[in-house]
C-alpha cells in the first residue's frame, strides 16, 4: 500500500503505520480510507480493532480473525494496552501532569484521563513557545489528547477543530505546518511486545524548524 508501512505481523495481527489525512473508515464525502486500502490488498481484509483521527498519524491495530479481533478490542476496552503519543502543543509544558475529566461523547459524559510528560520545548518565531510531549492514554475518548490540551490552554500545532486557528494559520505561513503534530508511536501488547512507528516527515521538518530536533522517549 503506498505511503502506508507495516510495522508488525503475526497469524492473529497486522499493525502498520498510517499517514496524516488518511480516514480509517469510508463514510459520506471520505474518498479514501484505510479500511478500503487494506481490502484491496489482503483476502481476507484486516478488520479494524481500534481507531484514529483522520488527521493523527501513527499505529492501528488491525486483526486477521475474526476471534482476534474480539481479543484484541477487548484489550483496548480494558486497558490492558499502552498507547503513547507524540505532540506538539502551544505554551511551555511543565515536567509531568495528568488530565482526568469527564468529556460529552454523543450527549453523555465518560471518564477520561490522559498523562502527559513534557520532552522539550521549541521557538514559533516572535517570542512563541512551542512544547514536545509524550502522551499516554488511560482510554480512548473521541478527540480526548486534542480536547484534553485545548482545555488546558496548550492546543495542538495544526488542530483545526479545537485549537489555535490565528497561530495555526501564522505557523501555516511561516512554518510550513498544514497537519496536525499527533502521533501514536507506541503501542505495548500484553506480553511485553512493544511495536514503534517512526514519526512522519512533517512531524521531523517542524521540529528542526522549532529548534527541538527528535528526542524520542
Known sequence: MKGITVLFEDDEILAINKPSGLAVQGGAGIGVSLDVLLASERDP??????????????????????????????FFREGRLEKKYLGVCAGAGTEKGRIRTELDIRGKPKAAQTDYRFLASGTLGEGGICSLLELELATGRTHQIRRHLAGLGFPLLGDGKYGDFTLNKSLKKNMGLRRLLLHAFSLRLPGGLVIRAPLPGHFIQFLDRAGIGTPLP
Open 45 to 74: 481484509a484486516p478488520l479494524l480493532v481500534h481507531r484514529l483521527d483522520k488527521e493523527t498519524s501513527g499505529i492501528i491495530l488491525t486483526a486477521k480473525t475474526r476471534p482476534a479481533a474480539a481479543k484484541y478490542a477487548l
